[in-house]
């Protein structure tokens, strides 16, 4: 089972950016598609952005515009580059396969959107 690890949150300003790395143990090659999901307190978790292996991608219409997912299958890494960030882009963001994997959530990585 492919261990999937998180990284790259932290504290930015509305208007800021940030890029999110999602490290794999294992070849992610062999996973169609992966996505990017976040949660909010007292939320549900919700798929943020999602990509193929071939490359196509998806977004939510909240992030249309603003985010940017990628995957580097050599490297066996994600990533999500975010800008013009928002306060309700405030959560803890995961990646995992789409659909997700009850086994691969990681621990996540906090993003907070606050001036």
């Known amino acids: 089972q492919v261990q999937l690890v998180e990284s790259g949150g932290g504290l930015v300003q509305p208007g800021g950016s940030l890029r999110l790395s999602c490290a794999a143990s294992?070849?992610?090659?062999?996973?169609?598609?992966m996505g990017w999901y976040r949660q909010a307190p007292g939320k549900q978790r919700d798929l943020v952005a999602r990509?193929?292996?071939?490359?196509?991608?998806i977004y939510a219409g909240s992030v249309k515009g603003r985010f940017t997912i990628s995957r580097d299958n050599a490297a066996n890494t994600m990533y999500l580059q975010m800008n013009s960030l928002k306060p309700e882009d405030t959560a803890v963001y995961y990646c995992?396969?789409?659909?997700?994997?009850?086994?691969?959530w990681g621990q996540g990585t906090q993003v907070t959107v606050s001036s």
């Open positions: 995992n396969a789409y659909p997700s994997l009850s086994a691969n």
């Open positions: 294992g070849s992610i090659s062999s996973i169609f598609w």
């Open positions: 990509i193929a292996s071939t490359g196509n991608t």
